[in-house]
């Protein structure tokens, strides 16, 4: 029997509901967002929550699906929203709710019909097809269609069609297992895509983190590409892209100091640089009135659903607890050594608090060597040095960086532009025609 919970703001539903046999409503319906968050903390046998989206609270409804699934991962959420929000729609089945309806749509007698689905059942397309295979083969004629097999055992026409039977069901199993381990190969190709998802960029102070995490998101046009400055103490994003740190809205109720720190989310701060590419640099903002709240993994899952790639520009320092956690949240990390000898010395330090105290994944680390010049160490020395990790390559000096960040030109010269994307292709993040474009 599903251990279920209804926060519809409607006691006419959950009343419903306790009329059906197979449900085990919990509690009454609750009418607003904490009482959901209590239930939940309280009991962790909750299976099915049934919500709609403008429950009161005051977080926003990505805020609150962020927080439910935080306090229970497993539970099957089925929502009603008010009206129909692509944004929303996407958001939503990034976190794996697919039962999403507006408020015209269903009935309680549908969400009851929801609740006695076999959830073990195949799916649909899979289940339709062995219906149709099934039915083909039992139309068949037989005695062409097991000519190859041997005969059936005489003197019992029971034991014949038993045996039939058997063989039919036998192929019908194995079209199922191989059905499903096209979907099972199918979903391993999806989730190999998703690593890529969120690079952040590390290194010791004057690396150049701000600089190289500028110009990769600058480099890649075929995505859709959210890069954030977590050096919100120093906002060199901000400097470099020629970019306040604030959304003019945001600027605006700061002047007329109407500004409510509390009514501020994450998406408030985005501010949009071109087509393809959308910067936040005004995190301070936020973080420092709510910090427990705005952990970088809330950060991140409030936006993430919008993008197809999220560039991280990290803090230098290395107690930094919002650091620990980036590298934390990411898929991958490009690490920046200068390639001298106080640099090395620096980087491997910072390396062995990563891997050793923090325990961040070694394999997550992309060595990049960053202010290449003709007095740099040897790069098999340092391709020795740093032998334990992926190494990316390396990029040198150019003095028009200086042209960048002073006068916020975005220039790529040839050799720039390779140097970037042979980085971007080792990190498996531009296509194929960027590949034959830039190279």
């Given at each position: 029997?599903?251990?279920?919970?209804?926060?519809m703001g409607n006691p006419k539903i959950n009343e419903e509901l306790r009329k059906e046999n197979h449900?085990?409503?919990?509690?009454?319906?609750?009418?607003?967002?904490?009482?959901?968050?209590?239930?939940?903390?309280?009991?962790s046998s909750v299976e099915i929550l049934i919500l709609n989206s403008i429950?009161?609270?005051?977080?926003?409804?990505?805020e609150f699906i962020n927080k439910i699934q935080e306090i229970n991962f497993k539970i099957e959420i089925i929502i009603i929203v008010e009206k129909e929000n692509v944004n929303i729609k996407k958001f939503l089945i990034s976190k794996g709710i697919f039962n999403v309806f507006y408020d015209n749509e269903i009935t309680i007698k549908e969400i009851t019909f929801l609740l006695k689905e076999n959830k073990n059942k195949l799916p649909e397309e899979i289940t339709e097809e062995i219906k149709l295979l099934k039915e083909m083969i039992l139309n068949n004629n037989r005695r062409n269609f097991f000519r190859a097999k041997p005969k059936l055992i005489t003197g019992d026409r029971q034991e014949g069609i038993l045996r039939h039977k058997n063989i039919i069901n036998k192929i019908i199993n194995l079209i199922k297992i191989k059905i499903l381990n096209k979907i099972i190969n199918k979903n391993k190709k999806l989730n190999s895509k998703k690593l890529n998802k969120i690079i952040s960029v590390v290194g010791a102070p004057g690396s150049g983190k701000t600089l190289v995490s500028y110009l990769l998101s600058n480099q890649i046009n075929s995505k859709k590409i959210l890069l954030i400055d977590f050096d919100y103490l120093n906002?060199?994003?901000s400097t470099i892209s020629g970019k306040n740190k604030f959304p003019k809205e945001i600027i605006k109720l700061i002047q007329k100091e109407k500004l409510n720190i509390n009514k501020i989310n994450i998406n408030n701060l985005i501010i949009k640089k071109n087509n393809n590419l959308d910067l936040i640099c005004g995190l301070k903002l936020i973080l420092k009135e709510k910090t427990d709240k705005y952990c970088v993994k809330n950060i991140i899952n409030e936006v993430i659903y919008k993008y197809d790639l999220i560039i991280v520009d990290t803090p230098s320092d290395a107690n930094n607890a919002i650091l620990k956690q980036i590298m934390e949240s990411s898929d991958k990390i490009v690490f920046l050594v200068i390639p001298n000898l106080l640099g090395i010395k620096a980087s491997q330090k910072l390396l062995n608090l990563y891997v050793?105290?923090?325990?961040?994944e070694r394999e997550k680390i992309n060595i990049l060597f960053n202010k290449n010049n003709i007095n740099s160490i040897n790069k098999l020395i340092l391709n020795n040095l740093f032998s334990e990790f992926n190494i990316l390559g390396k990029i040198k000096l150019n003095n028009k960086y200086d042209l960048l960040i002073n006068n916020n030109k975005l220039i790529f010269n040839y050799k720039i532009k390779k140097e970037y994307l042979n980085i971007l292709n080792k990190l498996n993040l531009i296509n194929e025609e960027e590949k034959v474009n830039g190279f």
């Open positions: 029997m599903k251990q279920i919970i209804t926060a449900c085990n409503i919990l509690a009454q319906d609750i009418q607003y967002q904490d009482g959901v968050i209590e239930i939940l903390e309280n009991n429950l009161p609270g005051d977080k926003s409804i990505e906002n060199n994003i050793h105290n923090w325990k961040i």
